[in-house]
């Protein structure tokens, strides 16, 4: 697993000397606080000794506030000895706390003799905790007895933050689950949305299914998972062959529907990518399907499957599908999909191929009943996320695939406004600036909350952050309809490599929820939103 390495500088105490023959070198890593995990060895410090042996006898930990006492189980810290660089002896417990105060005290008693020690912390969570609580270490200090102590200053700008496994690699017989997408119903209802991938990690073509979690208490708990999109065996198929997948999810909230598109297809061949094998014309053996489920019981029981490819795709294009991650419903009962289309330009593209894709917009006017298509926003742009600005306009935040061949201060999220329903579309000031990607799958949502005694709406955008790697996983927060997106109104979940799609909403007026994924995992997360405040 892939961590970030953070050296800090030490801090003597007043007063007290500072061991003469001490090297410090100190890991924190940037990463949530799992329920049912062990959460070990989230701070690492390695201790060099240079030549008398040194008896390390309390170890205390500094934290901002007791926020902590509502999260922490237990802290408990763990002795080794260095090896070499990748090898260490077996874990011996220096010792453990289950209660804590702002400062708290662990007693221990290991001889440290010349060389490199590894002393490491775990931090196992409350079975109990509440999502939305964070805390703060600030420091820790070392002590050696009468040859003195040593502060380790701990990065005060991450807070740790519980956080839910919503579906693990290998449960319900899945290898992995992919392509998050997460709404809340007016009933408070948490839907979360993503794909089955039975066999591997692949992308369609291959035995996969469209799979829900369905939580009534803000995402503490979540129902058994429920699969709600399996073609089954289509046309004399076998499953591997229709695979359904990419899924995005809205919320009509004028006539309580849940909405869900996936993509699906049947007739390629699981060693085959649909992206490149999917081809012009509108039969399921031909090209991507885009296909619908409804539920309008709040997600307790779903549709059968709605194909609307007849009613959208242009039978030239070689692909249509949905955002993925959620769409949105306007004021006026309009229904909104971001959408990705790959059509045949006649020339030689970028990357060798003869096509180009575009993101645009799906939307049904009538509920539901029959949908309709935009225009290509951007040349090279797929995964989209649309919000609607205060100004009635829609914003379509896209990834685009520029990106992997630009790795300079245009790589960046691309950004089009359309104020005619995706006809026609106007490249925002932002775009491929403002918001670094290392070319994946993003989050945008708005929501209008109090800001300085006004009501006004602010947009909440997640995505790795990062130009060229699928790491710190981010949200963020803009005040002024997506034009600045200080560093101030962020805040990191998980500095740790993974898939990188991500998938918010609004659990409440006051939280922000996200579901993002792992390594074949998917997380879930719940900010407050006065974090992102700063000093707005």
């Known amino acids: 697993m892939f961590f970030t390495t953070a050296v800090f500088f030490l801090a003597c105490s007043t007063g007290v000397k500072e061991p003469e023959n001490v090297g410090i070198q100190v890991l924190q890593k940037k990463v949530p606080l799992f329920l049912e995990r062990d959460n070990n060895e989230i701070f690492e410090i390695i201790v060099d000794i240079s030549d008398e042996s040194l008896k390390l006898n309390r170890i205390d930990l500094f934290f901002e506030s007791r926020e902590h006492k509502e999260i922490l189980r237990k802290a408990k810290i763990y002795h080794q000895i260095v090896v070499n660089e990748n090898e260490f002896t077996d874990r011996l417990l220096f010792g453990s706390k289950k209660s804590f105060g702002r400062k708290t005290r662990i007693n221990g008693d290991i001889e440290l003799v010349p060389g490199k020690h590894r002393i490491t912390f775990d931090f196992p969570v409350l079975d109990n905790v509440l999502l939305e609580k964070s805390f ?105 062959l229709n695979g359904i997948g990419d899924p995005a999810v809205l919320y009509d909230h004028t006539n309580e529907t849940i909405w869900v598109a996936a993509l699906w297809i049947s007739g390629s061949h699981y060693e085959k990518m649909l992206w490149w094998d999917s081809k012009p014309g509108m039969s399921p053996n031909e090209t991507g399907q885009f296909v ?88 090279n742009t797929t995964e989209a996320q649309v919000v609607q600005l205060a100004d009635g306009g829609l914003m379509l935040n896209m990834r685009d695939d520029l990106n992997r061949r630009v790795k300079d201060e245009t790589n960046g999220r691309a950004v089009s406004v359309t104020y005619d329903m995706g006809q026609t579309w106007v490249k925002h000031p932002t775009s491929n600036s403002a918001l670094p990607e290392p070319n994946c799958m993003a989050s945008l949502i708005g929501h209008n909350m109090r800001v300085n005694g006004q009501m006004q709406q602010v947009l909440f955008f997640s995505n790795p952050n990062d130009k060229n790697q699928r790491v710190n996983m981010t949200i963020k927060a803009s005040f002024d309809a997506g034009h600045t997106w200080p560093d101030k109104n962020k805040v990191l979940l998980n500095e740790t490599q993974g898939f990188g799609y991500s998938c918010m909403t609004m659990v409440d007026d006051n939280t922000v929820g996200i579901l993002y994924e792992g390594v074949k995992d998917l997380f879930f997360q719940k900010v407050p939103v006065s974090e992102f405040f700063g000093d707005n």
């Open 136 to 240: 703060t270490l600030k420091g820790i200090e070392l002590f050696f007895g009468r040859s003195g102590r040593i502060s380790i200053e701990a990065d005060n700008n991450f807070r740790y933050r519980p956080a839910k496994v919503l579906r693990a690699a290998g449960q319900d017989d899945c290898d992995t689950y992919r392509i998050p997408g997460i709404i809340t119903t007016s009933h408070g209802t948490l839907i979360a949305i993503y794909d089955n991938r039975y066999n591997n990690s692949k992308d369609l073509q291959e035995d996969i299914d469209v799979g829900m979690s369905r939580s009534t208490d803000g995402g503490q708990t979540w129902e058994p998972m429920r699969v709600i999109m399996d073609m089954g065996e289509w046309g004399g198929r076998p499953r591997r």
């Open 292 to 379: 619908l489920v409804k539920s309008t019981d709040d997600g307790l029981t779903w549709s059968d499957p709605i194909n609307i490819t007849e009613q959208i795709k242009n039978p030239e294009w070689q692909l249509l599908l949905a955002g993925p991650g959620m769409g949105i419903t306007l004021d006026d009962g309009i229904l909104i999909f971001a959408a990705q289309f790959k059509e045949d330009i006649g020339v030689q593209a970028l990357d060798g191929g003869q096509y180009t894709c575009h993101s645009t917009i799906v939307y049904s006017k009538d509920g539901g009943e029959t949908w309709h298509i935009g225009t290509g926003a951007k040349p």
